[in-house]
Nanobody, 126 residues
Framework: VQLQASGGGLVQAGGSLRLSCAAS??????????MGWFRQAPGKEREFVAS???????EYADSVKGRFTISRDNAKDTMYLQMNSLKMEDTAVYYC???????????????????WGQGTLVTVSS
């Protein structure tokens, strides 16, 4: 399974960005995977941002609720993260992650997710 994150960049505080995560792989079934976004700021641990199950159940970290929206397009094997009202503290490398699961519960720890993208840098300036 390969995950390719894209869409990062430099944006002013209050602005918006949309990240994408394209999935591919032999015999890979995107629709049977839970997908998630994590981020890692300089000097900090990687942290959970948002997730979406195969049934489109969504969860968000408290820090991004009301500002970020996660979605998926199973026909395109792609997941998205729409980020609005960006703050300087959102600056980080954003990673997408995936796990094949038939359950609707996800875990927030990085060790639960076996597949990772390479990360895309989001920089929010004042």
């Amino acid at each position: 399974v390969q995950l390719q994150a894209s869409g990062g960049g430099l944006v002013q505080a209050g602005g918006s960005l949309r990240l994408s995560c394209a999935a591919s792989g032999r015999s890979f079934s995107f629709r049977s995977h839970a997908m998630g976004w994590f981020r890692q700021a300089p000097g900090k641990e990687r942290e959970f941002v948002a997730s979406i199950t195969y049934m489109a159940d969504r969860e968000y970290a408290d820090s991004v609720k009301g500002r970020f929206t996660i979605s998926r397009d199973n026909a395109k094997d792609t997941m998205y993260l729409q980020m609005n009202s960006l703050k300087m503290e959102d600056t980080a490398v954003y990673y997408c992650a995936g796990r094949q699961t038939q359950f609707r519960n996800i875990q927030y720890g990085t060790s639960w997710w076996p597949y990772w993208g390479q990360g895309t840098l989001v920089t929010v300036s004042s």
